[in-house]
């Protein structure tokens, strides 16, 4: 029991370090931290436990969850106010190039940033 809860001390800290990544069986990898669309400026951060926030600058946009399916993310917005509000209950579809990197339909580039 020791062994096990030493085991889950270490994966929550990695998590919350922004070092680990998020893996699935077909091969999508991806960071966990902030991805940030230079030209608009809007940020999609991938957390742990696959929730995620959307945000432009300072101003929250959405919150949601993500998961990966090969080299596709898929994020389902749970919650979104403002000018975003439209998007609640949608799901948004992206392709991932790298472990640091993907884009939305539009072919806009997100790129890694750095954790939170």
């Known amino acids: 029991m020791k062994r096990f809860l030493t085991i889950l001390c270490l994966l929550v800290a990695f998590a919350t370090s922004g070092v680990f990544a998020q893996w699935n069986s077909t091969g999508g990898i991806l ?15 991938l ?26 993310l898929y ?20 392709n991932i190039i790298d472990d640091s990197t ?5 072919d806009y580039e997100f790129e890694y940033v750095g954790a939170y």
């Open 31 to 45: 960071k966990i931290g902030k991805y940030t669309q230079m030209d608009t400026q809007i940020s999609l951060k």
């Open 47 to 72: 957390m742990a436990a696959g929730m995620c926030s959307l945000s432009k600058g300072y101003q929250s946009l959405a919150t949601g969850n993500y998961k990966i399916q090969g080299n596709k």
């Open 75 to 94: 994020v389902t917005y749970t919650f979104a106010s403002g000018p975003a509000a439209s998007l609640q209950g949608t799901t948004e579809r992206f």
């Open 102 to 106: 993907f884009t939305d339909q539009n």
